[in-house]
Protein backbone atom coordinates (compact mmCIF):
# COMPACT_ATOMS: atom_id res chain seq x y z
CA UNK A 1 0.00 0.00 0.00
CA UNK A 2 1.66 3.12 -1.23
CA UNK A 3 1.56 6.64 0.00
CA UNK A 4 0.54 5.51 3.64
CA UNK A 5 -1.53 8.34 5.41
CA UNK A 6 -0.17 8.73 9.49
CA UNK A 7 -3.06 9.79 11.55
CA UNK A 8 -1.65 10.48 15.22
CA UNK A 9 -5.56 9.96 16.46
CA UNK A 10 -8.45 7.03 15.34
CA UNK A 11 -11.08 9.42 14.33
CA UNK A 12 -14.69 8.91 15.62
CA UNK A 13 -17.16 10.24 13.25
CA UNK A 14 -20.40 8.83 10.58
CA UNK A 15 -19.59 9.80 7.35
CA UNK A 16 -21.25 8.77 3.69
CA UNK A 17 -19.57 7.16 1.05
CA UNK A 18 -20.93 6.91 -2.60
CA UNK A 19 -20.19 2.71 -4.00
CA UNK A 20 -16.87 2.63 -4.88
CA UNK A 21 -15.60 5.13 -2.88
CA UNK A 22 -12.59 4.55 -1.58
CA UNK A 23 -10.74 5.49 2.07
CA UNK A 24 -6.58 5.09 1.02
CA UNK A 25 -4.11 3.13 2.78
CA UNK A 26 -3.59 4.85 6.45
CA UNK A 27 -2.62 3.54 9.91
CA UNK A 28 -3.33 5.39 13.27
CA UNK A 29 -2.06 5.35 16.86
CA UNK A 30 -5.18 4.22 18.32
CA UNK A 31 -7.98 1.39 17.67
CA UNK A 32 -10.88 1.86 16.02
CA UNK A 33 -14.21 -0.04 15.23
CA UNK A 34 -15.45 0.54 11.57
CA UNK A 35 -19.42 -0.35 11.44
CA UNK A 36 -21.42 0.04 8.03
CA UNK A 37 -24.74 1.44 9.26
CA UNK A 38 -26.28 0.65 4.96
CA UNK A 39 -24.40 -0.90 3.03
CA UNK A 40 -20.99 -3.05 3.15
CA UNK A 41 -17.80 -1.90 4.12
CA UNK A 42 -14.72 -3.82 2.94
CA UNK A 43 -11.36 -2.90 5.35
CA UNK A 44 -7.97 -4.75 3.24
CA UNK A 45 -4.82 -4.86 5.16
CA UNK A 46 -1.27 -6.62 4.40
CA UNK A 47 -3.11 -9.74 5.92
CA UNK A 48 -6.03 -9.66 3.44
CA UNK A 49 -9.24 -8.23 3.14
CA UNK A 50 -12.61 -8.29 5.97
CA UNK A 51 -15.65 -7.39 5.13
CA UNK A 52 -18.50 -6.35 7.15
CA UNK A 53 -22.57 -5.53 6.67
CA UNK A 54 -24.99 -4.32 9.26
CA UNK A 55 -24.91 -7.08 11.92
CA UNK A 56 -20.66 -7.13 11.74
CA UNK A 57 -17.66 -4.63 12.56
CA UNK A 58 -14.14 -4.77 12.24
CA UNK A 59 -11.93 -4.32 14.88
CA UNK A 60 -8.76 -2.44 13.39
CA UNK A 61 -5.85 -2.57 15.72
CA UNK A 62 -3.61 0.50 16.45
CA UNK A 63 -1.00 0.87 14.04
CA UNK A 64 -2.74 -1.69 11.32
CA UNK A 65 -1.95 0.09 7.60
CA UNK A 66 -5.54 -0.46 6.49
CA UNK A 67 -7.67 0.99 3.43
CA UNK A 68 -11.79 1.09 3.26
CA UNK A 69 -13.99 0.46 0.29
CA UNK A 70 -17.72 1.29 -0.30
CA UNK A 71 -20.20 -1.40 -1.26
CA UNK A 72 -23.11 0.27 -2.12
CA UNK A 73 -24.58 3.62 -0.20
CA UNK A 74 -22.44 3.03 2.48
CA UNK A 75 -23.21 5.06 6.34
CA UNK A 76 -19.74 4.40 7.69
CA UNK A 77 -19.49 5.10 11.31
CA UNK A 78 -15.83 5.27 12.60
CA UNK A 79 -15.30 4.98 16.53
CA UNK A 80 -11.59 5.42 17.65
CA UNK A 81 -10.41 3.83 20.77
CA UNK A 82 -6.92 4.80 23.16
CA UNK A 83 -3.98 2.01 22.59
CA UNK A 84 -4.79 1.41 26.33
CA UNK A 85 -8.29 0.78 25.46
CA UNK A 86 -8.90 -3.11 24.00
CA UNK A 87 -12.03 -4.52 25.28
CA UNK A 88 -11.44 -7.78 23.53
CA UNK A 89 -7.55 -7.89 23.90
CA UNK A 90 -7.12 -7.84 19.83
CA UNK A 91 -3.87 -7.49 18.09
CA UNK A 92 -5.22 -8.21 14.43
CA UNK A 93 -7.84 -6.74 11.90
CA UNK A 94 -11.16 -9.16 13.55
CA UNK A 95 -14.64 -9.24 12.17
CA UNK A 96 -17.19 -8.59 15.20
CA UNK A 97 -20.75 -9.74 15.75
CA UNK A 98 -23.07 -6.62 16.18
CA UNK A 99 -26.07 -6.87 18.18
CA UNK A 100 -29.16 -4.76 17.73
CA UNK A 101 -27.87 -2.60 21.24
CA UNK A 102 -24.59 -2.77 19.86
CA UNK A 103 -25.32 -1.02 16.78
CA UNK A 104 -27.59 1.72 18.13
CA UNK A 105 -24.83 2.17 21.01
CA UNK A 106 -22.23 2.59 17.31
CA UNK A 107 -25.08 4.70 15.60
CA UNK A 108 -25.58 7.54 18.65
CA UNK A 109 -21.42 7.32 19.78
CA UNK A 110 -20.53 8.16 16.79
CA UNK A 111 -23.39 10.48 15.11
CA UNK A 112 -24.13 12.96 18.19
CA UNK A 113 -22.11 15.43 19.47
CA UNK A 114 -18.23 14.81 20.46
CA UNK A 115 -18.50 17.06 24.05
CA UNK A 116 -17.12 15.01 26.86
CA UNK A 117 -20.05 15.28 28.82
CA UNK A 118 -21.29 12.88 31.57
CA UNK A 119 -23.74 11.14 29.69
CA UNK A 120 -21.58 10.69 26.85
CA UNK A 121 -19.11 9.06 28.86
CA UNK A 122 -21.86 6.72 30.25
CA UNK A 123 -22.62 5.75 26.90
CA UNK A 124 -19.23 4.85 25.80
CA UNK A 125 -18.70 2.69 28.98
CA UNK A 126 -22.28 0.84 27.79
CA UNK A 127 -20.55 0.33 24.38
CA UNK A 128 -17.10 -1.04 25.98
CA UNK A 129 -19.19 -3.64 27.94
CA UNK A 130 -21.08 -4.24 24.58
CA UNK A 131 -17.69 -4.79 22.98
CA UNK A 132 -16.22 -7.13 25.31
CA UNK A 133 -19.61 -9.52 24.51
CA UNK A 134 -19.16 -9.02 20.63
CA UNK A 135 -18.37 -12.88 19.20
CA UNK A 136 -15.66 -12.99 16.34
CA UNK A 137 -16.49 -14.07 13.59
CA UNK A 138 -14.91 -15.85 9.96
CA UNK A 139 -15.68 -12.79 7.39
CA UNK A 140 -12.55 -12.48 5.99
CA UNK A 141 -10.52 -13.18 2.72
CA UNK A 142 -6.94 -13.93 4.04
CA UNK A 143 -4.19 -13.19 1.56
CA UNK A 144 -1.87 -16.33 0.62
CA UNK A 145 1.79 -15.46 0.31
CA UNK A 146 2.65 -19.17 -1.89
CA UNK A 147 2.45 -18.67 -5.74
CA UNK A 148 0.84 -22.05 -6.19
CA UNK A 149 -2.06 -21.34 -3.61
CA UNK A 150 -2.05 -17.39 -4.99
CA UNK A 151 -2.58 -18.78 -8.68
CA UNK A 152 -6.07 -20.43 -7.02
CA UNK A 153 -7.06 -18.07 -5.39
CA UNK A 154 -6.46 -15.16 -8.21
CA UNK A 155 -8.44 -17.36 -10.24
CA UNK A 156 -11.60 -17.96 -8.11
CA UNK A 157 -11.08 -14.14 -7.34
CA UNK A 158 -12.17 -13.58 -10.55
CA UNK A 159 -14.70 -16.13 -11.50
CA UNK A 160 -16.15 -16.97 -8.33
CA UNK A 161 -18.87 -19.66 -9.92
CA UNK A 162 -15.63 -22.14 -11.13
CA UNK A 163 -17.30 -25.30 -9.81
CA UNK A 164 -13.97 -26.87 -10.07
CA UNK A 165 -12.57 -29.52 -7.39
CA UNK A 166 -9.47 -28.06 -5.72
CA UNK A 167 -7.60 -30.93 -7.86
CA UNK A 168 -9.02 -29.86 -10.84
CA UNK A 169 -7.91 -26.01 -9.73
CA UNK A 170 -4.52 -27.53 -9.15
CA UNK A 171 -4.02 -29.30 -12.18
CA UNK A 172 -4.50 -25.91 -13.80
CA UNK A 173 -2.38 -23.79 -12.00
CA UNK A 174 0.48 -26.26 -11.49
CA UNK A 175 -0.04 -27.71 -8.01
CA UNK A 176 -0.94 -30.67 -6.46
CA UNK A 177 -3.97 -30.97 -4.48
CA UNK A 178 -2.33 -32.08 -1.07
CA UNK A 179 -0.11 -29.32 -1.28
CA UNK A 180 -2.27 -27.14 -2.12
CA UNK A 181 -4.68 -28.54 0.79
CA UNK A 182 -2.17 -28.29 3.36
CA UNK A 183 -1.43 -24.23 2.22
CA UNK A 184 -4.81 -23.07 2.35
CA UNK A 185 -4.57 -24.59 6.51
CA UNK A 186 -1.19 -23.34 6.92
CA UNK A 187 -1.26 -19.95 5.08
CA UNK A 188 -5.42 -18.85 5.41
CA UNK A 189 -6.39 -20.95 8.55
CA UNK A 190 -9.27 -22.45 6.81
CA UNK A 191 -10.11 -25.29 4.51
CA UNK A 192 -10.22 -24.78 0.47
CA UNK A 193 -14.24 -25.64 0.87
CA UNK A 194 -14.04 -22.78 3.65
CA UNK A 195 -11.71 -20.04 1.90
CA UNK A 196 -14.65 -21.17 -1.14
CA UNK A 197 -17.37 -19.99 0.61
CA UNK A 198 -15.98 -17.13 2.15
CA UNK A 199 -15.01 -16.05 -1.06
CA UNK A 200 -18.69 -16.16 -2.45
CA UNK A 201 -19.94 -14.37 0.19
CA UNK A 202 -17.18 -11.09 0.36
CA UNK A 203 -18.91 -11.26 -3.73
CA UNK A 204 -22.65 -12.05 -2.85
CA UNK A 205 -22.36 -9.00 -0.38
CA UNK A 206 -20.81 -6.65 -2.84
CA UNK A 207 -23.56 -7.84 -5.40
CA UNK A 208 -26.37 -7.55 -2.85
CA UNK A 209 -25.19 -4.00 -2.41
CA UNK A 210 -25.69 -2.95 -5.96
CA UNK A 211 -29.08 -4.22 -5.90
CA UNK A 212 -28.39 -7.33 -7.73
CA UNK A 213 -31.48 -10.04 -7.64
CA UNK A 214 -31.36 -12.62 -5.28
CA UNK A 215 -31.05 -15.41 -7.77
CA UNK A 216 -28.74 -13.73 -10.19
CA UNK A 217 -26.27 -13.08 -7.30
CA UNK A 218 -26.64 -17.03 -6.30
CA UNK A 219 -26.15 -17.90 -9.45
CA UNK A 220 -23.05 -15.30 -10.32
CA UNK A 221 -21.34 -16.44 -7.46
CA UNK A 222 -21.63 -20.44 -8.04
CA UNK A 223 -24.28 -22.31 -5.94
CA UNK A 224 -26.02 -24.74 -6.86
CA UNK A 225 -29.60 -23.19 -6.15
CA UNK A 226 -31.25 -19.85 -4.94
CA UNK A 227 -32.26 -21.91 -1.62
CA UNK A 228 -28.73 -23.29 -0.76
CA UNK A 229 -27.06 -19.86 -1.26
CA UNK A 230 -30.05 -18.18 1.21
CA UNK A 231 -29.04 -21.23 3.70
CA UNK A 232 -25.02 -19.93 3.51
CA UNK A 233 -25.92 -16.56 3.78
CA UNK A 234 -28.58 -16.52 6.67
CA UNK A 235 -26.21 -18.66 8.80
CA UNK A 236 -23.07 -16.60 8.20
CA UNK A 237 -25.29 -12.84 8.55
CA UNK A 238 -28.11 -13.50 10.62
CA UNK A 239 -30.49 -12.77 7.61
CA UNK A 240 -31.71 -13.15 4.53
CA UNK A 241 -30.42 -11.89 1.17
CA UNK A 242 -33.75 -10.41 0.23
CA UNK A 243 -33.60 -8.57 3.36
CA UNK A 244 -30.05 -7.11 3.00
CA UNK A 245 -31.06 -3.87 1.55
CA UNK A 246 -34.08 -3.70 3.99
CA UNK A 247 -32.45 -3.91 6.98
CA UNK A 248 -32.74 -0.67 9.73
Do not use: K
Amino acid sequence: MPDIRHLPEAPTRAQSMAPGEEVDAHRHDGHQIVYAGSGVVAVTTDAGTCFAPGTRAIWVPAGCVHAHRAYGHLALHLLGLEPDTNPLGLGSPTVLAVSPLLRELILAYTGGPHDETPERRRLRAVLLDQLRASPQQLVQLPSPTDPRLAAVCDLLRRHPDDPRTLAELGSATGGSERTLSRLFRRELGMTFPQWRTQLRLYHALRMLAGDMPVTAVAHRCGWASTSAFIDVFRRAFGYTPGAHNRRP
